[in-house]
């Protein structure tokens, strides 16, 4: 009992001593523990760290798949990424060259054509949330009588047929409401399906993948619409 207290004691005194400037009996000021506290609650330390660690992250998560993974995710939600640039197409070859060209009240009633297409667009990606669309072959036909219907009316209204049944503001603006809520609505379904379609470890690159596909049918689609405008 006398021993394993004066084996302690001894042990006490050696760790005290650890912290006294060799030669003399003053200690060394702070010591290895409490340099690490500081170091810690230095905003500058924690900013570097916590900026490696996300590189470090980002770069460690990145090397999880090889690029033939990657490439699978592509080849596995190519579908919906060409019924987004279909879909976008449709859309912007008729809105707002043809619906300009339409009959509107008022004369100058532009404001009014871009309010509604807002408007429906934004309803359109909250109707889904109570109309969802069961995944298969539904959304490219929805795309593609969608595209048909939808450029085909408005063709018709361009040209005024039937004089008083397709050549009317009130026409116009039914068919402007009906292409911007289908819009909406089909573009909430394509990025809502494209991550139950891919694995577990891959469903981050369905947002890209589907953003893309958006981004290619904006492009396109204005690109149409300035050729149908000429």
Known sequence: MA????????????DESSDLMPGTGKTSGASHDQKMLQQSVDP??????MGTKVCEVIWHNAQKESWAEKCNAMTTLYPLFFILILC??????????????????PKDGSAI?????????????LVYGCLPIKDGPLPLIYVVIRAVLINGMY??????AWDDLMGNWVVNYILILLMSLTNGHLTSACFNMAPARVADRLKKYSGFIMTLGLLLG????SFVSFVVSL
């Not at 500058?44 to 760290?49: F, R």
């Not at 912007?92 to 509107?104: E, M, Q, V």
């Not at 063709?155 to 005024?160: A, D, G, R, S």
């Open 155 to 160: 063709y018709l209204v361009t040209i005024q």
């Open 113 to 125: 054509i871009i309010l509604i297409y807002n408007i429906g667009d934004f309803l359109g990606k």
């Open 44 to 49: 500058s330390t924690q900013e570097e760290d």
């Open 3 to 14: 021993y394993d207290q004066a084996l302690q004691s001894g042990l006490t005194d050696q």
């Open 88 to 105: 976008y197409t449709s859309t912007l070859s008729t809105y707002p060259s043809l619906c300009f060209a339409a009959p509107i009240v």
């Open 218 to 221: 904006l492009w396109y689609g």
